[in-house]
């Protein structure tokens, strides 16, 4: 294959500039290097004739369903920066900054928190949102909510109370989130929680799209109780925006753990080489940089994958638009299918990342050794603190009834729910350890 003066073959066209696409390909012909993407589809000059496709479907902040507590609303701010502003300044949304993402506290000061993921992910979701002509307002509250559920420890932690909480109807971390900005958060005068727009609660509670019961899988209970005071709707997807936020954690996540295993030194760079979409940008820029550090070489490649998968979602999701034909927010909820996605090819490209990265980074020996020590931390703390509830702080005992009983287990999830790495180690240690002060 020919190369052009930059060192890359003709096949390759570079644009480095931010939301722009890095890979370019032979118009009428598929990419030889990245499976499964359309040309044209990633294009720089193509996708910019897309600005504003979706201005239709934006969510208006004149016409929310309101909140379930009825307020004077800002004078200077719609309903959508007033959500974004409360979950920002929530206790909640703070403690992010020491929950992990696989790496536990301690670990190391440059790998991502929930904290970081979710800053990255807001990012995402309103460059995706602006560029369409959604509610980037909207989209950003969403993004940076959607994780205030999770546990201490990652999913690590999850795993552990969905197994402890099986008999005290469940645990999940959607459903924690609801029971953060509806119950848990005190900090307003009327209300518990922070009272968020319909809009933004529909958009929490269906992250990963509608909700039903299953067979041996009902409706988590915290979500079927909020839902029978106000209704969500549970049986749709959400808006736009709640999509776009959703496809912008999965584009998140899916950079930045190869970020962080990189530098953590689970796998090498040369295991990555083949791997569809990450392997050919790699090779891309290494042509193109011969001598570039790894560092670099790193974060070029993840602005790379990024901006490849973003432009395959305004692609696929302007392409759906077209068949779908929605006019209306009402319309994308009727749809009966997600209207922001990924296409065939990149949904194929994603998978294999998340499989490497599955049996590279979070089945490795490191990952593994934490997760077990993590798992232990938290299921000493449920079992003692569900048999003896009266060590737990003061202000968490109200409304239990007593050892082993429904109400304090829910009472102690929510507890250690809340707990950062930090701290469930620092409280597992006031507990466990004789020569520590309680």
């Not at 992250?207 to 009902?218: D, E, L, M, S």
């Not at 109780?225 to 749709?236: G, I, K, P, S």
């Not at 994308?332 to 294999?352: C, D, I, Y």
């Amino acid at each position: 294959m020919s190369k052009s003066a930059t060192g890359l073959p003709q096949a390759w066209r570079a644009c480095y500039c931010l939301g722009q696409t890095i890979l370019g390909c032979w118009r009428g012909s598929l990419c030889p290097t990245v499976k499964g993407l359309r040309t044209c589809l990633i294009m720089s000059g193509d996708i910019a004739k897309l600005a504003g496709c979706f201005t239709v479907l934006v969510t208006d902040p004149a016409k929310s369903r309101g909140r379930l507590h009825g307020e004077e609303e800002s004078a200077t701010r719609t309903v959508y920066q007033r959500d974004r502003d409360r979950i920002i300044h929530c206790g909640a949304f703070r403690r992010l900054k020491y929950k992990t993402q696989v790496f536990v506290y301690g670990e190391g000061e440059n790998y991502r928190t929930r904290l970081t993921h979710s800053l990255e992910v807001a990012q995402i979701a309103r460059s995706i949102s602006r560029f369409v002509g959604l509610n980037e307002d909207l989209a950003e509250a969403l993004a940076l909510a959607h994780d205030l559920g999770h546990t201490c420890f990652g999913h690590a932690g999850e795993d552990v109370l969905q197994e402890c909480m099986a008999t005290y109807n469940g645990f999940d971390h959607n459903a924690q989130g609801l029971r953060i900005v509806t119950k848990l958060e005190h900090r307003y005068a009327a209300f518990d929680g922070l009272n968020l727009t319909w809009e933004c609660l529909e958009g929490l509670v269906k992250h990963n799209g509608p909700i039903a019961a299953k067979p041996g899988k009902p409706v988590p209970l915290a979500i079927a109780e909020y839902n029978a005071v106000q209704d969500l709707e549970m049986a749709t997807w959400p808006g736009a925006e709640a999509q776009a936020a959703a496809i912008s954690d999965d584009i998140a996540y899916n950079a930045h753990d190869f970020d962080d295993g990189l530098k953590a030194g689970l796998f090498p760079l040369e295991a990555v080489m083949e791997l569809p979409l990450v392997g050919s940008i790699f090779q891309g820029i290494a042509a193109r940089y011969p001598n570039l550090e790894k560092s670099r070489l790193i974060h070029e490649a993840l602005r790379g994958m990024i901006a490849a998968m973003v432009n395959d979602v305004i692609m696929e999701s302007h392409r759906r638009f077209l068949a779908l034909k929605p006019a209306s927010t009402a319309d994308v909820r009727g749809l009966g299918q997600p209207l922001v996605g990924f296409s065939p090819g990149m949904a194929a490209n994603e998978k294999a990342l998340k499989k490497f990265l599955f049996a590279n980074m979070y089945r490795h020996t490191r990952v593994n050794r934490m997760t077990s020590k993590a798992k232990r931390i938290v299921r000493d703390l449920f079992d003692l603190l569900l048999a003896e509830p009266h060590l737990l702080p003061e202000d968490w005992r109200a409304g239990i009834d007593g050892p082993k009983a429904m109400k304090t287990a829910r009472r102690v999830a929510d507890y250690i729910a809340g707990m950062t790495d930090k701290f469930a180690l620092d409280e597992h240690a006031r507990l466990f350890d004789p020569t520590v002060k309680p």
